[in-house]
T-cell receptor
Framework: DSGVTQTPKHLITATGQRVTLRCSPR?????VYWYQQSLDQGLQFLIQ???????AKGNILERFSAQQFPDLHSELNLSSLELGDSALYFC???????????FGQGTRLTVV | DQQVKQNSPSLSVQEGRISILNCDYT??????FLWYKKYPAEGPTFLIS?????DKNEDGRFTVFLNKSAKHLSLHIVPSQPGDSAVYFC????????????FGQGTRLTINP
């Protein structure tokens, strides 16, 4: 158990819908990262927050957005969902930005 | 453009022997490298890391070697145990106040009894 909690574990939704994925980082960790793992792309960095502020952005679509709240939990919002958005979404956390990140178990999103 | 490559999709090793997993990178700006292990239905688990100022880092049965001139790193597991069977990901980042890990495609390691 990495200490990073992601909910829900599984999500099935229809195209065009909007979903919210939630992440609680390890106790004491200030940095949260979101990654997407699809079959053909491997693990891709989406976005990073540090202590409530966006720190880095990767290949995140405009339909996707994230935020980190004062209690340090984070949410990833995915809207206007397409079939190609079906993937595993991982959240990771680290104490700061130059220490190793610990991953949650992921949320498997299936868009039908 | 794949900046981190693991050219072997799979590797099979006998229990007790050494497992060597390889990773190549193209971005010379990368200065922090990590290995993660992943079991099915779980998130990646951090194993070991190395910064670009070192060429070797050891933690128990796991040793990571970095060859900056060749842009190559490897993970050695000695001795290999059945519980080591998993997918191993190499990852790299540029330290610039952020940690955008770039992952390789992974190598599935199978340890045979």
């Amino acid at each position: 158990d990495s200490g990073v909690t992601q909910t829900p574990k599984h999500l099935i939704t229809a195209t065009g819908q909007r979903v919210t994925l939630r992440c609680s980082p390890r106790s004491g960790d200030l940095s949260v990262y979101w990654y997407q793992q699809s079959l053909d792309q491997g693990l891709q960095f989406l976005i990073q927050y540090y202590n409530g502020e966006e720190r880095a952005k990767g290949n995140i679509l405009e339909r996707f957005s994230a935020q980190q709240f004062p209690d340090l939990h984070s949410e990833l919002n995915l809207s206007s969902l397409e079939l190609g958005d079906s993937a595993l979404y991982f959240c990771a956390s680290s104490y700061d930005t130059n220490t190793e990140a610990f991953f949650g178990q992921g949320t498997r999103l299936t868009v039908v | 453009d794949q900046q981190v490559k693991q050219n072997s999709p799979s590797l099979s090793v006998q229990e007790g022997r050494i497992s060597i997993l390889n990773c190549d990178y193209t971005n010379s700006m990368f200065d922090y490298f990590l290995w993660y292990k992943k079991y099915p239905a779980e998130g990646p688990t951090f194993l070991i890391s190395i910064s670009s100022i070192k060429d070797k880092n050891e933690d128990g049965r796991f040793t990571v070697f970095l060859n900056k001139s060749a842009k190559h790193l490897s993970l050695h597991i000695v001795p290999s145990q059945p519980g080591d069977s998993a997918v191993y990901f190499c990852a790299a980042s540029v330290w610039a106040g952020a940690q955008k890990l770039v992952f390789g495609q992974g190598t599935r390691l199978t340890i045979n009894p």
